[in-house]
């Protein structure tokens, strides 16, 4: 009986133990669980925090409006651009519809208006045109507002023909030079005599002038002269 006493007294004994420990264990197991939950939870609110203030959207700044050049040779109110026979004239007066319209210059260099006649267009600005259009419409309209736009350039042109790649007809545009006009029309053909090339002019009396060009000596600085400026209805012959 004493010895199953002891026995059984060192069974409660370990029982007694094992429970000490298993009850150690899970208590620091939740503690290091709240410990790992709290951590978490930390770094959880800081990525929230941090990555809200990194994905704030911002206001774009207004991108300035781009300029869209418009399709016409002159713009309002220009007063460089000399009209010449055949262009193209957009004329508005404002609030007047049945006056304005898009008119071609004649061949000899008018223009026909309702209320106004028959008016010179050829030779002018067309700031000079809407000064000569509203001058006469003050007869009709109170203070009438004239815009004249040159739509189409037609007079401004120059011919190029012979040996050249591209022979044809061009706008004269920024000043235009003899080089100019052979860059314009690709080059030399094979056989073009560069030695030999003229312009003709056309006078005011009907006749012509020829005006010789030697790309030789022009493009080696010698003869820098002969690479004029060309007039409307030039004429360059590549032979």
């Known amino acids: 009986m004493t010895r199953e006493a002891s026995r059984t007294a060192?069974?409660?004994?370990?029982?007694?133990?094992?429970?000490?420990?298993?009850?150690?264990?899970?208590?620091?197991?939740?503690?290091?669980?709240?410990?790992?939950?709290?951590?978490?939870?930390?770094?959880?609110?800081?990525?929230?925090?941090?990555?809200?203030a990194a994905t704030a959207p911002t206001a774009n700044p207004a991108q300035p409006a781009q300029n869209v050049d418009a399709s016409t040779a002159s713009k309002p109110h220009d007063d460089s651009f000399v009209i010449g026979n055949d262009d193209v004239l957009a004329i508005n007066v404002w609030k007047e519809p049945d006056i304005s319209r898009s008119i071609p210059v004649r061949s000899d260099g008018k223009i026909s208006l309702p209320l106004v006649g028959e008016v010179q267009a050829a030779g002018r600005t067309p700031l000079k045109l809407e000064v000569e259009i509203a001058s006469r419409l003050k007869n009709y309209i109170s203070e009438p507002e004239v815009t004249v736009i040159v739509q189409q350039i037609n007079s401004q042109k120059f011919n190029i023909l012979g040996q050249v790649n591209r022979p044809g007809t061009f706008v004269i545009a920024n000043s235009l030079t003899v080089l100019d006009a052979l860059a314009l029309a690709g080059g030399f053909r094979d056989f073009a005599k560069q030695k030999s090339i003229y312009v003709l002019r056309q006078n005011a009396d009907g006749s012509q002038t020829r005006i010789p060009f030697n790309y030789k000596e022009v493009v080696k600085t010698q003869s820098p002269a002969q690479n004029i400026k060309l007039q409307p209805r030039d004429t360059i012959i590549v032979p």
């Open 10 to 52: 060192e069974k409660r004994q370990e029982i007694h133990t094992t429970m000490t420990k298993t009850a150690r264990s899970f208590w620091q197991t939740g503690l290091v669980a709240s410990s790992i939950c709290l951590l978490l939870s930390s770094g959880l609110w800081a990525q929230a925090g941090s990555g809200g």
